[in-house]
């Protein structure tokens, strides 16, 4: 590689007093103070959220108003601070989601131990919890910061979803039952 | 009401005049400090201090909410704040001298107070009369004795201290003080050479100063040098003079002393609340002072424009018969221009990076006051030569 020999002109008289340097600088920071400002005024004005945000996690429902967690308890054994506490249950069988297996009695969050890192959302065979936008949580006791089932469905809302796998499941099922009665 | 004035004894009238400069000064600092924060946030892309409120004025529509972005409320805050902070005072210090040095930095910053006019009206006869607290005729040279009295506070703190930091810092104080002294000094005197005729009373008052810039234009001639502000007459002296209250007054570049970086606090680092805010009341005090004599000597004081003197707006506004107004006037010309020096200061410092001991050494000694010298030469000779013209 060649070596190049930088050239450096010595200073002008004018340079040497660093007069128009300061002048310069001067100019350049009357331009600062005269532009908009840069801060986020912080409550009025919220930062955009971008997508793939690690939130507060949530259970969402499907557009049908099915709760979707199914309590398989995956994300209560992949979480890396054992923040998630499920009680498993059963789902009457006369109730319309009864195709469904089960469905969780309880399900909490302990928002003191979360960590953000979203590994129960990678693990989650429903996609039932979601890490959500929510990035600002606080409570006076050491209770208020456990989010209960109700809570998390509060929070999760309502995401679309693309296979509706119990209700493909069903559908299936009773055509096979279909073809064994006609065949 | 100036008869009610006179009528008093001049102990009293001493005593007004003293609790004026402090119930003047103290909140001029506070404002200054709070001024700083505003525009150095501002010029680093920032808010600053915005959100303090007092709930009465919250209701105000407009002008609650618009003091309220301004910051103005805060300063309350931090002077409440500094005023019953728990105040240190550390065991390993020398106790009365570290308690003393805050005070001995207050009395030079606020003696010169009392003889830097701050404005002038006209009395019956048409004559300039001055508003200062004492009307000396050695003007300039009260100034410069009392106000170099102000190293021995920090010189006096750092040594109280008892620890490094400071120790460094009031060192590093003194040796920056004194070596622009000099400069600071003989870069007045073109000015002082230039108001002192042969065959006149001779005179360093500040006052002078000002009534030789008050002049008008007579077309292209000789006499047209007696509006010209000072300024553009010696550009090198008032720039001497600047460069050289920069670091008198330790604000950046010459910020050596205080430079956070380096020293946590320089001589105030043992230091905490009311103490602490002593030492910046008296460093504000010292800006405001020496903006001031600057504005005085070669910005026309508080003539509003090179050419229009005080006297002509007067005139044109027809105020001749109301001293009050015109010295209402001209006290907010002088506030207007002594402000915007103290912008400049606070431009200046979040412009240009802090010089280093040795180069503020090497400015002060080998560029600063050679550069002094020459131009009191060149001036002597060219006033020397132009004045029997003039």
């Given at each position: 590689?060649?070596?190049?020999?930088?050239?450096?002109?010595?200073?002008?008289?004018?340079?040497?007093?660093?007069?128009?340097?300061?002048?310069?600088?001067?100019?350049?920071?009357?331009?600062?103070?005269?532009?908009?400002?840069?801060?986020?005024?912080?409550?009025?004005?919220?930062?955009?959220?971008?997508?793939?945000?690690?939130?507060?996690?949530?259970?969402?429902?499907?557009?049908?108003?099915?709760?979707?967690?199914?309590?398989?308890?995956?994300?209560?054994?992949?979480?890396?601070?054992?923040?998630?506490?499920?009680?498993?249950?059963?789902?009457?069988?006369?109730?319309?989601?009864?195709?469904?297996?089960?469905?969780?009695?309880?399900?909490?969050?302990?928002?003191?131990?979360?960590?953000?890192?979203?590994?129960?959302?990678?693990?989650?065979?429903?996609?039932?919890?979601?890490?959500?936008?929510?990035?600002?949580?606080?409570?006076?006791?050491?209770?208020?910061m456990v989010n209960n089932k109700q809570r998390l469905y509060e929070l999760g809302g309502t995401l679309p979803d693309q296979h509706f796998k119990w209700d493909q499941k069903k559908a299936a099922a009773e055509e096979a039952a279909a073809k064994v009665h006609q065949g | 009401m100036i008869d009610l004035w006179n009528s008093l004894p001049s102990l009293v009238q001493g005593i007004l005049k003293g609790l004026a400069v402090i119930c003047v000064i103290f909140p001029i600092a506070g404002a200054s400090s709070m001024a700083e924060r505003k525009v150095s946030a501002w010029i680093q892309g920032r808010h600053g201090p915005n959100r303090v409120i007092v709930p009465w004025f919250a209701w105000m529509p407009f002008v609650g909410r618009f003091l309220q972005r301004l910051g103005v409320f805060n300063l309350l805050a931090d002077g409440g704040k500094l005023l019953f902070k728990e105040d240190p005072l550390p065991g390993h210090v020398k106790k009365f001298f570290f308690m003393i040095a805050p005070l001995l930095g207050l009395v030079p910053a606020f003696t010169t107070v009392t003889v830097v006019p701050f404005g002038a009206y006209l009395d019956q006869a048409g004559q300039l009369v001055p508003l200062m607290l004492a009307n000396v005729d050695v003007g300039i040279l009260a100034v410069f004795a009392v106000a170099s009295l102000g190293i021995y506070s920090m010189i006096l703190a750092g040594w109280a201290s008892n620890s490094k930091y400071p120790f460094l810092g009031s060192i590093r104080a003194s040796a920056q003080l004194i070596s622009y002294e000099l400069s600071l000094t003989l870069s007045v005197l073109p000015v002082f050479l230039w108001i002192n005729a042969p065959g006149q009373d001779a005179t360093l008052s500040l006052v002078r100063a000002v009534e030789f810039q008050s002049g008008t234009w007579q077309g292209l001639t000789f006499a047209s040098w007696g509006g010209a502000w000072f300024i553009f007459i010696m550009p090198v002296s008032a720039l001497i003079f600047l460069v050289a209250l920069f670091a008198e007054t330790n604000r950046l570049p010459f910020d050596m002393i205080e430079s956070e970086a380096d020293l946590v606090g320089g001589f105030h680092t043992e230091y905490g609340a009311f103490k602490w805010s002593l030492f910046f009341v008296s460093e504000y005090s010292h800006m405001v002072v020496g903006s001031s004599v600057f504005i005085l000597l070669f910005f026309g004081g508080w003539n509003p424009l090179p050419w229009l003197p005080l006297s002509t707006l007067a005139g044109w506004l027809h105020l001749q018969h109301w001293p009050v107004v015109v010295g209402a006037l001209s006290i907010v010309i002088f506030l207007v221009k002594v402000l915007f020096m103290i912008f400049f200061f606070m431009w200046v410092r979040w412009t240009v990076p802090r010089f280093r001991y040795d180069q503020v050494m090497r400015i002060g000694w080998q560029k600063l006051l050679p550069l002094a010298l020459g131009n009191l030469i060149v001036y002597a000779l060219a006033i020397a030569y132009l004045q029997p013209k003039l």
């Open positions: 590689m060649p070596v190049v020999t930088l050239q450096r002109k010595p200073l002008t008289f004018l340079e040497r007093t660093y007069l128009p340097q300061v002048a310069a600088g001067l100019w350049t920071t009357l331009k600062h103070l005269l532009r908009a400002k840069e801060t986020l005024e912080y409550p009025e004005q919220r930062p955009t959220i971008p997508p793939g945000y690690r939130g507060v996690p949530t259970l969402v429902m499907d557009p049908n108003g099915r709760e979707k967690c199914v309590s398989c308890q995956l994300c209560e054994f992949v979480c890396p601070p054992k923040a998630i506490r499920i009680t498993p249950g059963e789902i009457a069988s006369d109730a319309p989601t009864a195709h469904v297996e089960k469905a969780p009695k309880e399900f909490e969050i302990d928002m003191l131990r979360c960590i953000y890192c979203g590994l129960c959302q990678e693990v989650c065979p429903e996609e039932a919890i979601f890490l959500q936008n929510q990035y600002s949580m606080t409570g006076y006791s050491r209770a208020e | -």
